[in-house]
């Protein structure tokens, strides 16, 4: 069974605009990842934020994580066309050893219009 | 190689039929995992390995799914008796161990049982 859902399943918007992406979990964690796939094949790592940290940038992307409330949100600023993909979060849960299973949200659709 | 490589790319096989997926993960990566997506759903976890063994196969969906990393490199999963709700994009992944980080995920196999 998946640990996560995101929100929207699907976003659709135009070059330049901002795309902001939401994921809830169920279970305490050590950490949260953001991946992405184009054409449902292999997944790019894009970033990790830790349980004890609430806002984390890299380049265009800024991810916030809110473990009271069990959810995180991944916003991609000034998007391009080739941001285009889907996008998931994925979880390990608080407890497990390091380096056990990640746990995947069903993923957000993101079209991104030239 | 530069990466995790999985062969073959695409299977087709008929029902029943047995098959053997391959996975190469990044050389060094002792943790490696596999992982099942179904089409419009988020990658679900099948078995995680750490070297040889597997540390958590309860991922499999039944039996008739096995998986082996017999020098801790290269891992095999294997399906017996085809079905066609087998069907599936079949994701290898590989980490470091002990790190609370990322991993690397190859091209994904795509399985068809018709």
């Known amino acids: 069974s998946q640990q996560g859902e995101e929100d929207p399943q699907a976003l659709s918007i135009q070059e330049g605009e901002n795309a902001t992406m939401n994921c809830s979990y169920k279970?305490?964690?050590?950490?949260l990842q953001w991946y992405r796939q184009n054409s449902g094949r292999g997944l790019v790592h894009l970033i990790l934020?830790?349980?004890?940290?609430r806002e984390k940038h890299s380049g265009r992307l800024r991810v916030t994580l809110d473990t009271s409330k069990k959810s995180s949100s991944l916003l991609i600023t000034a998007s391009r066309a080739a941001d285009t993909a889907s996008y998931f979060c994925?979880?390990?849960?608080?407890?497990?050893?390091?380096?056990?299973?990640?746990?995947f949200g069903e993923g957000t659709q993101l079209t991104v219009n030239p | 190689g530069a990466g995790v490589s999985q062969t073959p790319s695409n299977k087709v096989t008929e029902k029943g039929k047995y098959v053997e997926l391959r996975c190469d993960p990044i050389?060094?990566?002792?943790?490696l995992y596999w992982y099942r997506q179904s089409l419009g759903q988020g990658p679900e976890f099948l078995i995680y390995?750490?070297?040889?063994?597997?540390?958590?196969d309860s991922g499999l969906p039944n039996d008739r799914f096995f998986a082996v990393r017999p020098e801790g490199s290269v891992s095999t999963l294997k399906i017996q008796r085809t079905e066609r709700g087998d069907s599936a994009v079949y994701l290898c992944?590989?980490?470091?161990?002990?790190?609370?980080?990322?991993?690397?995920f190859g091209q994904g196999t795509r399985l068809t049982v018709v």
């Open positions: 390995f750490q070297g040889t063994g597997a540390a958590d």
């Open positions: 934020i830790r349980s004890n940290e």
């Open positions: 050389s060094g990566h002792t943790a």
């Open positions: 279970t305490s964690i050590n950490n």
């Open positions: 994925a979880t390990d849960q608080l407890g497990e050893t390091s380096g056990s299973r990640l746990t």
């Open positions: 992944a590989s980490s470091y161990v002990g790190q609370w980080g990322e991993a690397f």
